[in-house]
């Protein structure tokens, strides 16, 4: 079966090799409605040829046998139409969706189980990346939890603090909503806005520490949002300031620096040609306010760490999308304070909408769903391309939500496509947070997570595993979404991969060759590891 799926995918497209289980049942469909046209037709011509070319006792015996077979073939090309004008309207987002991840999960579980017998930094990063992205928790042996105190009922939202009053202007409302006596640099740096690449840290260091309320201020006035919602500046001047006062300036990587990059990256998403008047203005917004506030109140730990170590948020979020519940909360809870209502002028319909919005996205930044997200979005992609003629169609919530959320976690997780110089101070941010949880599991008597070992980590090779497997099929997918937008990111994506690369200890170049990108080029399965899973 598995040559037969391939054989016809690559009749179709060539070298643009279908690889979603529910795009290939329509390819081959295709494929079977082709031939069987093809058939009539020759039937046809042979039947003329019959009718005009022999005596007429011969033509009057084949005649019926021959219109019998036209008559079926005519019956069977009905049949397959009908088919396909079902499976081409079907929304693929449900157990379509999941058939694309669990083969995915699959492929990508036997490349990591490569990776893992290759060295002991390599079991490392495939543990990382496992535990991470595919939701598979190792088994660990907890120690007893101290006991603590609980002066605060469960239903509050922890980690709210007083409003950050003191950081307001009292008079005019600064250009760029930050007090500095560097505007003008500030407004220079600025300009880069619109573009790929902007510098957040140099933003960071201009606006006295508020990055994310410079940018989120620039991003909606350059798209008239505040006036297309009636937003008072000094409301969302307030509202920002007490957002941005919630994320801790003492964590290395999950900061206000990243929020206000992931939202500037995500403004620059929702400008690609391919995706131009797709979104209304509210969907925009909600993707703007969805990625200001994704990871507000982050304690610079991960998911699994706040479950092993009984936390109070993991209890309250019962183990699920911990860290993403808490930050909607704290998100969605700081605009109940004193003038932060940003959404005050929306009507109930609106808020609702953008509400409901907001909370898809977010939950789906945790990295866990992220294997489920790509299956979604590699679905779409190939469902769109051969029943849409490559034209973006989104005609449903479903579709729409699910390219916003592809593009909220792709600005999440950009890092490996921007500049080198910007892309080796988010891995050096990020290394540090896994390096600060690492020495808390140590101190605890945890086991310690993978790639948060200061005294084992590869970092080169994290990263380079981590574009194989994770980065690079995303943004692959994405660029194929928005063909031909993407190209420059996706060759920015590769030429780091290299860098990275050829700093890997003690290993050639060229590791693995021109093939690198396993996960995407190996996906056809075998009968006998379908037959494997089954039995499993």
């Known amino acids: 079966n598995s040559s037969r799926t391939s054989s016809a995918a690559s009749d179709l497209h060539g070298e643009d090799m279908i690889v979603t289980p529910f795009a290939q049942v329509l390819a081959s469909l295709r494929t079977v409605r082709s031939n069987v046209a093809a058939l009539a037709h020759g039937a046809g011509s042979a039947t003329r040829q019959a009718l005009l070319g022999t005596p007429p006792q011969s033509s009057q015996q084949a005649a019926p046998a021959e219109e019998s077979g036209l008559q079926l073939a005519q019956e069977t090309l009905e049949e397959l139409d009908w088919c396909l004008e079902q499976l081409e309207t079907l929304q693929t ?7 694309a991840s669990n083969k995915f999960k699959r492929m990508l579980n036997r490349e990591l189980t490569h990776l893992s017998e290759t060295s002991r930094s390599g079991n490392q990063v495939s ?3 496992s535990q991470t992205f595919l939701d598979q928790q190792a088994e660990v042996e907890l120690p007893a939890p101290p006991t603590e105190d609980h002066p605060w009922p469960m239903a509050q939202i922890t980690g709210l603090r007083k409003s950050c009053h003191t950081s307001l202007p009292t008079a005019a409302i600064p250009r760029f909503g930050v007090q500095t006596d560097q505007e003008e640099q500030l407004a220079k740096e600025l300009e880069d806005t619109n573009k790929w690449g902007l510098d957040v840290f140099k933003v960071a260091e201009l606006s006295g520490n508020r990055p994310l309320t410079a940018v989120i201020f620039r991003v909606l006035q350059e798209r008239d949002l505040l006036k297309t919602f009636q937003i008072p500046a000094d409301t969302l001047l307030r509202y920002l300031l007490t957002l941005e006062g919630h994320y801790h300036s003492n964590v290395a990587y999950h900061n206000s620096i990243h929020a206000a990059d992931v939202v500037q990256s995500a403004h620059v998403l929702l400008g690609t040609p391919a995706l131009e008047a797709v979104f209304t203005d509210l969907e925009v917004l909600a993707a703007i306010f969805a990625c200001a506030i994704h990871d507000v109140d982050h304690p610079g730990v991960s998911n699994q760490f706040l479950i092993n170590t009984n936390s109070e948020l993991a209890l309250m979020y019962n183990d699920s999308s911990v860290l993403e519940n808490h930050h909607l909360a704290v998100g969605f809870k700081l605009l109940q304070g004193e003038n932060c209502d940003i959404f005050q002028n929306l009507s109930t319909k609106q808020k609702l909408s953008l509400r409901r919005m907001v909370i898809d ?22 469902t769109k391309k ?10 449903n919530y479903s579709d729409r939500i699910q390219v916003l959320q592809s593009l909220v976690h792709c600005a999440d997780l950009s890092n490996p496509a921007k500049p080198l110089p910007l892309y080796r101070q988010w891995t050096e941010r990020i290394m540090a947070e ?3 949880q690492g020495d808390r599991e140590r101190e605890s008597g945890l086991d310690i997570s993978p790639m948060c070992d200061k005294h084992t980590a590869s970092v080169e090779k994290s990263q380079v595993g981590f574009i194989d497997y994770i980065a690079h099929p995303l943004w692959e997918t994405w660029a194929d979404l928005v063909h031909p937008d993407a190209q420059e990111l996706l060759d920015t994506l590769e030429d780091n991969r290299e860098w990275y690369q050829s700093r890997v200890p003690c290993s050639p170049p060229h590791a693995i060759g021109p093939d690198r990108f396993k996960f995407e080029l190996t996906l056809e399965e075998t009968e006998e590891e379908e037959e494997e899973d089954e039995r499993h």
């Open 361 to 382: 996205m977010v939950l789906a930044t945790d990295m866990s769903k992220h294997m489920s997200l790509l299956a979604d979005l590699k679905t779409m992609v190939e």
């Open 434 to 436: 896994f390096f600060q």
């Open 127 to 129: 543990e990382y990346i």
């Open 93 to 99: 987002r449900r157990s379509v969706g999941e058939m």
């Open 386 to 395: 051969v029943t849409s003629l490559g034209v973006l169609l989104l005609d």
